[in-house]
């Protein structure tokens, strides 16, 4: 078959002749028409991931249909269209993944090909409303968003959220989920275009958080935050400890701007606040976010489209930050 | 009477004449035996902390007897033993103080003193088991510890806990407390001595938080800690999430080494770990502190006791850092 292979690292990667997979008895080979890219994929290119091997074919998000079972395999999906949940072997605690835990992409060969292997219990329909694009544009921001925003973020109809750095396939999808809670939601940005994108989607407004001080702005306007989605640590998380309201929660999911800077724990203990880590998603969130995705007939935000043979492409618009929610590839 | 009263910063409180407290309709003036300093006292001397007015007589614990009553108080104390909850006007919200909270010994004057006024609904009867010395030092520490540890902290009997910087007033107390519930604790500090001591008390051991990379022995000791309860900020609390396992909580209520340095943001969503923020506490909280330390028969650790006159000696002592448990002041 054709697959995306990283062969070395601070390069992407190369299309390429690859080994079929062959399905494990408890596993399916799902034929792929489309994929989509996360910044986990880019990451690892750059090197900065742990456990990489090489060579690799990344990708964890993919839509197609299966091809082949495993010989303890009942298939129910009578050649319907499915998608992947790319959080392998979860294990049994709702609360933190087992550590066998791994996401499709790595250590495992992932999405970036014609066909891609992986465990049964991992294979849902795909949502009916959504096109082929917005399906393989959905599971890895569709379920961290999720784990975030609900699980560990409690969202309520009466929080007024914040999201920071929206423009990323999660953050994008942070706010897609949120909306339909009747939820206040605002968003950060470094770009005005991005942020005017959010209110057009249903944000109330935002603030650039590339203006110093921005959080005090933001606590005249609203009052504060009761739930803070961050995924930029660095800066980010301490200005969202000051933009926060008294009592409030910050769901960190990420640290994009790196180790944690200028954060005073004063202000964490005086207004008595929650932070807390989220990643990925047990299969009881993968379940509910398909759930939710289905009954609000959300469909995730694509930001470009390109062939797999235009890979290079895609990881160039990845890295460019540029885009607004997903880059998806199309296989067949 | 007599008071040991702040009148300049980056100076001792020095005693001296001061006018009798006189009580509102909904106060009782609490004549004092014994107070004790906590590090908040000494933060004032300094000039860091918020709101500071001078000159105040600082001091936010007091064990005493009721000796005059607003005219809306009936007396239920009957001439006994009282101690006084710090923490004024909390308000109606469990989950956080109310934004006119505030701690005894600063605006208000405080403990340090013949005498105290005080609401009458922060007045309550001494555990009869404590001597005065014990009783004058348990409330701020007992009711921080306990919101920490209990409310924010969630501590279980299958808890294995950690400590940072055991001696301080409040840790000791925190070890203190968790102590009965029969979950396992371990202490970090900069003095082999205070380990061995706190090991005495019942924990099952310590780390010397100045040896770099501490946490990676603690990891291969124990597995990593359920519950942490740090009051270090600085580097302290990043080696805290490092020292963590998996679903972990972290109880942040203080930050004597300053901003936080270190943190990776990775760290905190991978291992999908708790971080909350807890300071003083509720009525509620001060009520269970007292049920629990009255039950558990516990006796803070009292460090050292100083006359009135020698409020400059006890602050010298506070400041050295050398002390275990509660500094006192003994008034009459």
Redesign the interface.
């Given at each position: 078959m054709k697959a995306a292979v990283l062969t070395q690292l601070h390069a992407f990667p190369v299309v390429q002749a690859w080994p079929d997979p062959v399905p494990a008895e408890s596993e399916v080979v799902v034929r792929l028409s489309h994929a989509a890219l996360n910044r986990r994929d880019y990451w690892i290119t750059r090197g900065l991931y742990p456990g990489i091997r090489l060579p690799v074919v990344l990708g964890s998000d993919g839509v197609g249909v299966v091809e082949k079972t495993g010989s303890a395999v009942a298939d129910p999906w009578h050649n319907g269209r499915v998608l992947i949940n790319p959080g392998l072997f979860w294990g049994d605690?709702p609360?933190?993944?087992s550590r066998r835990f791994e996401v499709l992409g790595l250590p495992r060969d992932g999405t970036f090909a014609e066909r891609v292997v992986a465990p049964a219990e991992n294979i849902y329909p795909a949502p009916a409303h959504l096109s082929d694009e917005e399906a393989a544009a959905l599971p890895l921001a569709g379920v961290t968003a999720y784990r975030a925003l609900f699980t560990?973020g409690e969202l309520q109809p009466h929080d007024r959220v914040l999201i920071t750095g929206i423009g990323g396939g999660v953050a994008t999808m942070v706010l897609q989920l949120a909306l339909p809670s009747g939820a206040e939601i605002w968003v950060t940005s470094s770009s005005e275009e991005k942020i005017a994108r959010a209110v057009e989607m249903g944000a109330r407004g935002g603030f650039l958080y590339t203006e110093k001080g921005w959080y005090k702005q933001a606590l005249k306007h609203t009052g504060g935050f009761s739930l803070i989605i961050d995924s930029g640590?660095g800066r980010s998380?301490a200005d969202a400890v000051e933009a926060a309201d008294?009592?409030g929660r910050i769901v960190?999911?990420?640290?994009t701007q790196g180790?944690?800077e200028?954060?005073?724990?004063?202000?964490?203990?005086?207004?008595?606040?929650?932070?807390?880590?989220?990643?990925m998603g047990s299969p009881a969130d993968f379940e509910a976010m398909l759930a939710w995705v289905t009954q609000h007939r959300i469909r995730p935000v694509v930001d470009s489209v390109f062939s797999l043979d235009e890979v290079e492409k895609a990881f160039d618009r990845i890295a460019g930050k540029a885009h607004m929610g997903k880059i998806v590839l199309s296989i067949s």
């Open positions: 605690d609360r933190v993944q560990r640590g998380l008294f009592a960190i999911f990420g640290g180790p944690v200028g954060l005073l724990p004063a202000r964490i203990f005086w207004k008595q606040l929650d932070l807390r880590g989220s990643t």
